[in-house]
């Protein structure tokens, strides 16, 4: 069996017909996490935020985004980093699921990249509890990995919908 080099990946020629799924990739900390490119709605840096009192130390507040009211959360609070100060490159990554809509606060937006669905390994045997709950697998791209979550639960809890009161 050939193998073949697709986008810095090694890959079997069996994976290459297989279905590439896209992801955007994004810095929280030192890692670098993933989440499925058709849960994003757009990136943009970040713009005025106002604050919610008595809101989840996870959500930053709420911001107008083209006349909707959207909440805005800190990922690496949400995934119980220590928060840090928003940077030139620090960007706001708007993702939606079902019912929600919601703008993420990360570090920086790594890049966007194209890997079969066989890349991802299983997450990791972790306690549950906090961000890891979060985690759906790893790809091993490159010589990094890539924390994959799963968008749905990361921004579909009921406990921050702030903007229900709106």
Not at 64 to 69: Q, T
Request: charged fraction near 25%; hydrophobic fraction near 40%; include cysteine.
């Amino acid at each position: 069996m050939e193998n073949v080099l697709l986008e810095n990946n090694l890959f079997d020629e069996d994976e290459i017909c297989e279905p590439l799924v896209r992801w955007v990739t994004f810095q929280l900390g030192r890692e670098i996490y993933g989440v499925v490119v058709n849960n994003v709605r757009e990136i943009l840096r970040i713009n005025n935020i106002s604050p919610v009192p008595g809101a989840p130390d996870y959500i930053i507040g709420i911001t107008n985004i083209r006349g909707n009211v959207v909440s805005v959360i800190d990922g690496r609070r949400r995934i119980n980093l220590s928060p840090a100060d928003h940077t030139d490159l620090s960007r706001m990554i708007v993702m939606e699921s079902e019912d929600d809509i919601v703008a993420v606060v990360v570090d920086r937006v790594a890049d966007i990249i194209d890997l079969p669905e066989s890349s991802i390994g299983s997450s990791p045997k972790l306690n549950k509890s906090n961000g890891s709950k979060y985690i759906s697998g790893v790809i091993a791209n490159s010589d990094e990995l890539i924390i994959i979550l799963d968008s749905e639960k990361f921004i579909s809890e009921e406990q921050y919908d702030v903007t229900s009161g709106f």
